[in-house]
Structure formats: C-alpha cells, structure tokens
C-alpha cells in the first residue's frame, strides 16, 4: 500500500482498515453482526474479539465502515470506549480459543436488539449471568443492578446520585392500581 501521499496518522488509519477488512471481510462481517444493527453488546463484540482476534473498536469501526450501524451510534460507541479507559486496554483479551461460541454471541444480539430479555436467556442459558457479568457494563442504555453492583462503592453511589437526580427531574404520572385495574378490564 503505498501511502506516501497522505499523513502518518491517515497512513495508520488505512493500515487498520486494511487489516480489519483482511481479517473480517464483508461477509463475515454480516455473517457476525448482520446486515443492519441499531446496537451492539459489548459482551457481543468481546467473543467477535476472542473469536478472529480484531480489536472491539475495530469491530465498531468495520461495522461503521460496512453500514451495519450508523456513523452516530459508532462515534456514541467510541465515546463509550474512551469513558471506560478501553482505548489502550480492552477488558477481554484475544486468546484464540477454539471453543464453540455461536450460542453466547446469539444470546447476547438478542438482548442488544431487545428481542428477549437477560432473565429469558437465564431460563435457556443458564451461563448467561456468569458471562454477563464478565465486563464491568455493557450499553449504557442497559444498565443493570447487575452492572451495578459490579462497580467500586464509590463509583456505585455516584451513578446512584446520578440516577435520584435524572428521576427528580422527570415528570412522573401517578396512578392508583385499582384505576389501571378497571380500566384493564373495560378492555376484554
């Protein structure tokens, strides 16, 4: 690859996409994460990495770059990555294991896409939690106790102050259960 005419940092840049794209071409790339994604797990992502050994960012960026997500919800990944120290080092290593993962990685798209909840998966997987809690947080729009209580206290009590704090400022229907109770009712 000649990169003579473009910057060290650009030149870099072409390298790793070059890398990635040799290492996961488009259609295993789609084989993996699908034609069209609105979220990735990261525990997802951590068995795409242990699995072909491409980083996870490098996973965010080939699915950015192959249009399986958005430009917007990669910048919002990478944002993640930056916030949770992940740039230098990523929580899960690459250990090229030969285990059989197809099962986990299916489990974990299904609760990023929403498709089933973790309690479901627990029913028919009952590893799930034990990988669940494996990284320290998953999407920030899935927080979970269990994600919770896997932090620092110190950490815990400031998300908590942070959560009181979202909540005191959202405005909350009040309703009383007999009312709902009724109306669920009228309805069948």
Do not use: C
């Not at 473009?6 to 030149?11: C, D, H």
């Not at 071409?25 to 951590?46: I, M, N, V, Y």
């Not at 259960?177 to 109306?183: H, P, V």
């Amino acid at each position: 690859m000649d990169t003579a005419a473009v910057s060290e940092k650009e030149a870099e840049k072409l390298a790793n996409r070059f890398a990635a794209a040799l290492i996961v071409p488009p259609e295993r790339a789609f084989h993996e994460l699908g034609a069209r994604r609105t979220h990735l797990d990261w525990q997802e992502l951590s068995i795409l990495k242990r699995k072909y050994g491409l980083s996870m960012a490098a996973w965010v960026y080939r699915a950015k770059d192959l249009g399986i997500i958005t430009e917007h919800y990669a910048a919002k990944l990478y944002q993640e990555i930056g916030k949770r120290g992940w740039r230098k080092r990523e929580p899960v290593e690459y250990i090229a294991d030969e285990m059989p993962l197809k099962l986990e990685q299916m489990a974990h798209r299904a609760v990023a896409e929403g498709l089933i909840s973790a309690d479901q998966i627990g029913r028919v997987y009952p590893d799930w939690f034990d990988q669940e809690l494996a990284l320290p947080l998953r999407s920030s729009e899935r927080f979970t106790i269990y994600d919770l209580l896997q932090l620092p206290e110190e950490q815990q009590q400031r998300v908590m102050e942070e959560a009181f704090a979202v909540a005191s400022e959202a405005e909350i229907e009040i309703f009383e259960a007999s009312e709902f109770l009724e109306e669920m009712e009228g309805t069948h």
